[in-house]
């Protein structure tokens, strides 16, 4: 009798000491908001993405030129005829396909290009590459490119470069008179195209 008198103290001792069936449930959800809101402030030295979105941007006179870009490092790979295949289209970039907006009428290649937004897909090559300006822009790569909406395409020759760009890297330059040129640098090559206002 004494020791189930002992046990039966020891289990209501237990149960006293527990949090309650409702203390319960709140912990949780407690923790989640905590988790949520630490999610949301990126801790000190937090890494930094390996490809970030990236803009390049100019006047080319009163002509707005603005490319958006995921800008993939080189982190000691091959990248042309490995990473990117040669005579393979690619998005010219990373992630999400690269987009080129116009605030105004140009024409490049003696193609008339309208203002607004379009894709700028490449198919790079070892001495020359393509640069096309397609009507599509908003995609994944290049999973769903076609050449139907191609608005123009250019044929680049190949620059070699005598120092690695370690970061894929578009620039947009005024060159006067309303002649704009867009240049793509990565690794050891670089290609250009010109676009002049109309």
């Not at 209501?12 to 949520?36: N, R, V």
């Not at 680049?156 to 002649?179: C, H």
Request: net charge negative.
């Amino acid at each position: 009798m004494k020791n189930l008198l002992i046990i039966l103290a020891l289990v209501l001792a237990t149960l006293g000491c527990s949090p309650s069936k409702d203390k319960q449930a709140e912990t949780p959800a407690m923790d989640h908001s905590m988790h949520e809101q630490s999610e949301k402030k990126a801790p000190e030295g937090a890494k930094k993405p390996l490809s970030p979105r990236t803009m390049a941007m100019s006047n080319v006179g009163s002509n707005h030129v603005h490319i958006d870009y995921g800008s993939p490092g080189k982190r000691g790979r091959m990248i042309f005829g490995g990473l990117v295949g040669f005579g393979q289209v690619w998005a010219t970039g990373a992630h999400h396909a690269t987009s080129i907006t116009f605030g105004e009428d140009v024409t490049i290649d003696d193609a008339n290009v309208p203002a607004g937004k379009y894709g700028l897909f490449t198919i790079p090559g070892e001495a020359e590459w393509t640069i096309i300006i397609s009507k599509d822009w908003d995609m994944h790569l290049a999973d769903d490119y076609t050449e139907a909406n191609d608005v123009v395409r250019i044929q680049s020759p190949v620059i070699p470069l005598d120092e690695v760009v370690e970061s894929l890297t578009f620039v947009v330059a005024d060159m006067g008179d309303g002649l704009g040129n867009v240049a793509i640098s990565w690794d050891l090559t670089s290609v250009s195209f010109d676009l002049q206002n109309k």
